[in-house]
């Protein structure tokens, strides 16, 4: 049962690190994306993860609430020793959504320009951050208890900046195999050619990267590296390898969908391999992720919660990706036609439509009914008087709002566009 | 778990413990305003829209269109600054994680769910228009109103339980016997804090509207889009107002019930009194109102301030200041809402004197001053306790370094975004309307 959460938790951060990563890694790229061209390369960027930035965001909001419902003390001692750098990473991601929210309004070049810098610039930094605070708990600096362990090295070190430029890197490439390929569905190959290039040399330092992992982690991360060099941590390492390499390959040969996904399985492995290397303890050296783990109450009650969200979330998340992935949110081009005649037609004949006068007073009686019996009563009396004057509230708004002025003229037939 | 985990989180020094409370109240502050949008805002398009359905007049729809790139970009900022805030609870009170995360930790996972649903849909709500069947489109507004309701539950449901903490036994220093679901839902506090909430959303989303069509007004554009948006706006916020004096009353009871020292302070009522009095500044004091305000009794005894030590007490001068703050510019609203509500049912228009449209326009701002003032007065109330007489917020501190560094830089940071905000909502109003009345053409693309 202990263990069940921190399978989640992983799998919530390989999900962040794809789905997010993907995210980072297009800030990263626009940080070279300049000039005429590049604008071309950063409307595309932005087109594609516009309407799903926020959800991948959500990934991470989930890994630290599963992390401190289930593992409270491994939790606290995390954030009060890696203060520094998981501020950093906060900062930069209130940057970040600045730079999103920002996009919406800016129009001159050198507006967006400006905003695009900002948002390249805290793409990178906070994955950077992040990793460096992965680095910290991978090489077993992070002592149980308040701000117990050091304050710098504990996130300035062999690992942790190994794992934080590791995060970068992963992030371009795999926004960079990502961007191609939507590029190739939406018909720029001009596009998912220039993507290509930066996936293939994205790819190529990761790999470098990962390579050069082990030779730190020898020296550095000595648990974790003996997890990762043997038992069934090396088979993760193993197919981490393999699936990355594959990707490249794919991305060599033009193939993105599927260089998408084995570039996806390659993230999964590793975090699966580091959680394999590091079992049993959640904090080296000392804390088992069963000493930490939270009472089986809140567990089964987190685990309940989460199969229940799941339920809702699963089909919300794969209609969102069917119409992202099936170019339904791409640019339209067709004016809107005006409502159907039918309706508006229908609607001018029906008095209702546009509200009744005799409803606003019936709603509000019911609202001052309900007033009144909260006013004057004590539960269980009030909870029934709170319901009657909450949904009187809402008819009322229902009938007021809806009431056309008195001079309303009727819809012209078919109705002017605008007004 | 293991006795020295426990005893690593016992109290620290901690110097700047008030710049951390500061930093945590400045990260709420920039927060709940947005929250008020994610809960009130969805409703008010998926109204236009559907108005737009029914009556087939397309000024809704360029309504809800142009509403809806605002309630997306006001959505990306709320989702930053809600990060901020899961951050910050542990990187400023581990104390508390460590020792109540599995308590109330339950509350903010099923939020993190409500929270990612709420962002699928916004998403396919705004990049949607044109690229669904009208009624699909309709209809994929709803999950988004129901989950920012939900999300705000979830986090409502944890503060009402560090106000009114059950489900859970101490034992040398930690809580055992957890009972989460009890600790979150079984909460007495729970239905008020809620629905005062969702009430001060409707109030602070709708005058804030008001306030910026209300100036339109007034320069004299009085279109039918300008009186549409007015219309919607102002309406949920004039219902809203004058419930909340109800729902606030029946908040104050449960505080007189529940946290009697909360309420003392509210009055700054030293000694415990039968039949205490209420006073305004400056120095108006009415018999027996307090007891009749806060157990419809005027003979009923209030607990003061001198029944517990000095210690335990929350400092009073600000928590009465927002207090009065508070409850004068509600009962404001709530009037300036009876007039309008009158104009618009009898009248069957908008009211048209130039002093309603200018108190129209300043209760936006007073709206949200209330909002803040409103979190102040509860959770400033709730001092010294982080968890409501168990656990001390000088105990839930960090030992970390460096906090007014970090005050600073996020003061800036919120600045910056405030600034921000301001600079793309006037952006976004001075696009041509014509962008959303007739042509699908990058739609939601730029949004």
């Known amino acids: 049962m202990a263990e069940v959460p921190i399978v989640l938790i992983l799998v919530g951060l390989a999900a962040y690190t794809v789905l997010g990563g993907a995210d980072f890694g297009a800030g990263f790229w626009e940080l070279t994306a300049r000039g005429e061209r590049g604008a071309a390369l950063r409307d595309h960027t932005h087109r594609s993860m516009a309407p799903v930035w926020e959800a991948n965001h959500v990934w991470l909001v989930f890994v630290l609430t599963m992390a401190w419902t289930c593992y409270p003390q491994a939790f606290a001692s995390i954030a009060s020793t890696l203060t520094i750098p998981l501020f950093v990473a906060a900062v930069g991601i209130i940057l970040r959504g600045a730079g999103y929210a920002l996009r919406a309004g800016s129009s001159t070049p050198r507006e967006e320009g400006a905003i695009s810098l900002l948002f390249a610039l805290s793409s990178v930094l906070t994955p950077f951050a992040l990793g460096l605070v992965v680095g910290g708990i991978a090489s077993g600096r992070v002592p ?49 050619g220039a993507f290509r290039a930066r996936a293939l040399a994205a790819g190529v330092v990761a790999g470098a990267l990962a390579i050069a992992g ?22 993760a390492l193993l197919a981490s390898a393999a ?30 391999g580091w959680g394999l290397a590091q079992e049993p303890y959640l904090l080296l050296p000392d804390l088992t992720i069963e000493q930490a783990a939270a009472g089986d109450a809140t567990i089964v009650a987190v685990l309940i919660g989460f199969a229940v969200g799941l339920l809702i979330l699963a089909p919300s998340l794969g209609y969102l990706f069917r119409l992202v992935l099936s170019g339904r949110f791409d640019p339209a081009t067709a004016p809107w036609p005006g409502p159907p005649a039918a309706a508006v037609a229908a609607a001018n004949a029906d008095p209702d439509a546009h509200g009744s006068p005799r409803a606003a007073p019936i709603a509000g009686a019911v609202t001052a009914l309900g007033a009144g019996v909260t006013f004057f009563s004590d539960a269980p009396l009030r909870s029934l008087g709170i319901a009657v004057m909450l949904i009187g509230a809402i008819a009322c708004f229902l009938a007021v709002a809806a009431l056309d002025e008195a001079d309303t003229p009727a819809l012209p037939f078919p109705p002017r566009d605008g007004d | 778990m293991i006795d020295l985990a426990a005893s690593a989180f016992g109290p620290v020094q901690q110097e700047y413990l008030l710049e951390a409370r500061q930093m945590q109240a400045m990260s709420f502050i920039a927060h709940i305003p947005l929250v008020c949008f994610g809960v009130a805002f969805p409703a008010l398009v998926v109204f236009a829209e559907w108005r737009h359905h029914r009556t087939g007049n397309p000024v809704y729809r360029t309504l809800a269109r142009r509403w809806s790139k605002v309630m997306l970009a006001l959505f990306a900022v709320g989702v930053v600054t809600g990060t901020i805030l899961s951050f910050e609870l542990g990187l400023l009170w581990p104390g508390f994680m460590a020792t109540f995360g599995d308590v109330f930790g339950l509350g903010f996972t099923l939020e993190g769910f409500s929270f990612f649903i709420e962002a699928i849909f916004i ?11 009208p009624r699909t489109h309709l209809l994929t507004g709803i999950p988004v109103i129901v989950s920012g309701i939900a999300g705000s539950f979830f986090v409502i449901a944890v503060n009402a339980w560090m106000n009114n903490p059950s489900g859970f036994r101490i034992e040398n220093g930690e809580a055992v016997d957890v009972d989460p679901w009890g600790a979150l839902f079984g909460n007495s506090y729970l239905a008020h804090e809620i629905v005062h909430m969702y009430v001060a959303a409707y109030i602070v989303a709708g005058f804030l509207l008001g306030s910026v069509y209300g100036w339109q007004w007034l320069k004299g554009n009085r279109t039918a889009y300008v009186r549409a948006a007015l219309t919607i706006a102002l309406t949920a916020a004039a219902i809203a107002a004058p419930v909340q004096l109800i729902v606030g009353d029946w908040a104050a009871r449960s505080v007189a019930r529940e946290q009697p020292i909360k309420l ?65 510019i509600g009962t404001l609203l709530a009037a300036l809402a009876a007039v309008f509500l009158y104009v618009r049912v009898r009248r069957r228009r908008l009211p048209e004197s130039r002093w309603f449209w200018r108190a129209a326009i300043a209760a936006g701002p007073l709206s949200v001053v209330a909002l803040i003032a409103g979190w102040v007065t509860t959770e400033v109330g709730r001092q010294p306790w982080v968890v409501y007489g168990v656990m ?23 600045a910056g975004v405030l600034a921000a905000v301001i600079w793309i909502l006037r952006r976004l109003a001075a696009r041509p309307l014509a962008e959303d009345a007739a042509t699908a053409a990058e739609g939601g693309g730029d949004g």
Request: glycine share 10%.
């Open chain 1, 144 to 192: 149980i208890g308040n701000a117990e362990g050091d304050e710098i090295t504990s996130w300035l070190n062999g690992t942790s900046l190994l794992i934080g430029t590791l995060a970068v890197a992963t992030a371009a490439y795999i926004a960079a195999v990502y961007l191609a390929a939507d590029a190739r569905r939406m018909g720029a190959e001009e596009i998912a």
């Open chain 2, 264 to 328: 003392a302070s509210f009055e700054d009522l030293r000694e415990t009194t039968k039949g205490a009095p209420f006073s305004v500044p400056p120095g108006i004091e009415i018999p027996d109102m307090l007891s009749l305000l806060a157990f419809h009794d005027p003979n009923a005894t209030v607990t003061g301030l001198d029944s517990v030590p000095p210690d335990d007490r929350p400092p009073v001068g600000i928590v009465r200041a927002s207090f009065l703050t508070m409850v004068g």
């Open chain 2, 392 to 414: 001390r917020t000088e105990d839930a501190v960090t030992g970390a370094g460096g906090i007014p560094v970090g005050y600073v830089t996020l003061a800036l940071v919120y």
């Open chain 1, 214 to 235: 082990p030779f730190v982690l020898s020296s550095d991360a000595p648990e974790v590296y003996d997890g990762l060099t043997g038992g069934a941590g090396v088979v």
């Open chain 2, 123 to 133: 998403a396919i709500y705004v990049y949607g228009w044109d690229r669904l069947p």
């Open chain 1, 243 to 272: 699936a990355g390499s594959t990707a490249l390959a794919l991305v060599a040969t033009r193939r993105y969908s599927a260089a998408r996904v084995a570039a996806a399985t390659a993230v999964a492995a590793i975090v699966a």
